[in-house]
């Protein structure tokens, strides 16, 4: 087997950094989001029915003013619109509740950061081939043959010598003349 590559790529710690970027990216976008959308829930006060009222309201005024309706129904129209803008945001509240957004998308970046962490710690589950060599040695009571492996999975025989060859490199399994051991 050969490697490839510089010394700095074959650092251990290079590989986590590399690693650590995605993770760092998920939980930033994740937590600023978060933040943004919980300033913006204080922003209206959380009246979702009032912004989408003024959304069609917006929608109602400019296809008013592309109508070609006179300048003083527009202006009335605008003034509306800008009543319930005032009456539905408040954004003296929301500058008091920053704390509470900023820390509640710090909650998201925390709670994102250890799930992203978590599935990255996980051991790896190996392989198809090798999961079914734990297979057949839990069936069998932690001891098998070659033979057993190829009657009982759909593995060759050179592909039942390859696993289990990498197996006992890996100190997963132990030889006993024929027989192989699981390895707890």
């Known amino acids: 087997m050969t490697v490839t590559g510089s010394a700095d790529s074959l ?91 900023l820390l509640v998308g710090l ?17 790896g589950r190996g392989d198809v081939q090798e999961r079914m060599v734990l297979r057949l040695a839990y069936r069998k009571g932690g001891r098998f043959t070659v033979e057993d492996l190829q009657t009982a999975s759909p593995l060759s025989e050179e592909q039942a010598r390859t696993v289990t060859r990498r197996m006992l490199e890996a100190g997963r399994l132990a030889r006993e003349g024929d027989t192989f051991r699981l390895v707890r």
Request: no cysteine; aromatic share 8%; glycine share 12%.
């Open 11 to 101: 650092r251990p710690g290079r590989y986590h950094a590399r690693m650590n970027v995605p993770r760092v990216a998920v939980t930033l976008i994740a937590g600023l989001s978060a933040g943004l959308i919980a300033y913006s829930a204080f922003y209206v006060r959380g009246d979702t029915g009032g912004v989408m009222q003024y959304l069609r309201e917006r929608g109602d005024m400019r296809d008013l003013a592309a109508s070609g309706a006179g300048a003083a129904q527009v202006e009335a129209a605008r003034r509306n619109l800008a009543a319930l803008g005032a009456q539905i945001a408040d954004p003296d509240f929301a500058l008091r509740m920053l704390p509470a957004a």
């Open 107 to 123: 909650l998201v970046a925390g709670l994102v950061w250890w799930a992203f962490g978590s599935r990255a710690g996980r051991a």
